[in-house]
């Protein structure tokens, strides 16, 4: 009886000896991953690299939106059907409804304008920058006029509201430039 004793004992450490040999002790230093884990040379992935930024910028243009402006967060406010509110330069903002219409919120009075000249040029001109300078007109009324079908902006104390087909949104205070789904206005 003393023998199995013996040779379980010894099993035990022989296995131990060989966990600990072929594992990887905790201290032992492990290399980082390759920066360069591609099997192509440094042209090759600078070449890639930019068709990625080029897809990228293509993308931007097919939504008509400047390349400053979160894609995909306006892809899912499209999907959602909420309105997309973003600032392009300085002064310039407007709302992108989920048809891919532009609205500037720098023009005119409460009635909305779709600007087909904008939605065209950054449609044709993907990440091109523009000196372009917008000033806000002052002539925001402080009543909803329900007779207007176009998307609609209007003044509600401390609040800026707009309203399109039918629902009403709350515009944030400061329009971030990549840009800001809208929520509904309680």
């Known amino acids: 009886m003393s023998t199995k004793k013996y040779s379980v004992a010894a099993l035990a450490a022989a296995a131990l000896t060989l966990t600990t040999a072929c594992g990887t002790a905790a201290t032992d230093p492990v290399a980082a991953p390759s920066s360069s884990a591609s099997p192509f040379g440094a042209r090759e992935v600078k070449k890639a690299e930019a068709q990625v930024g080029e897809r990228e910028l293509a993308l931007h243009g097919v939504l008509s ?19 997309y509110a973003f600032t392009y330069r300085t002064g310039c903002q407007y709302i992108r409804t989920w048809d891919a219409a532009l609205w500037p919120l720098y023009r ?3 009635a909305l304008t779709r600007d087909r000249d904008d939605e065209r040029w950054f449609r044709s001109n993907p990440g091109a920058a523009s000196d372009r300078t917008c000033y806000q007109l002052a002539n925001i009324p402080t009543v909803d006029d329900p007779t207007v079908s176009t998307p609609y902006r209007w003044r509600d ?8 087909q039918g629902v009403t949104f709350e515009l944030p205070h400061d329009i971030p430039e990549r840009g800001v789904a809208l929520r509904v206005a309680n």
């Open 157 to 164: 104390g401390d609040r800026n509201l707009v309203r399109v």
């Open 65 to 83: 939106i400047p390349s400053t402006v979160d894609r995909i967060a306006a892809e899912e406010a499209a999907r959602q059907a909420l309105p």
């Open 108 to 110: 005119g009075d409460g």
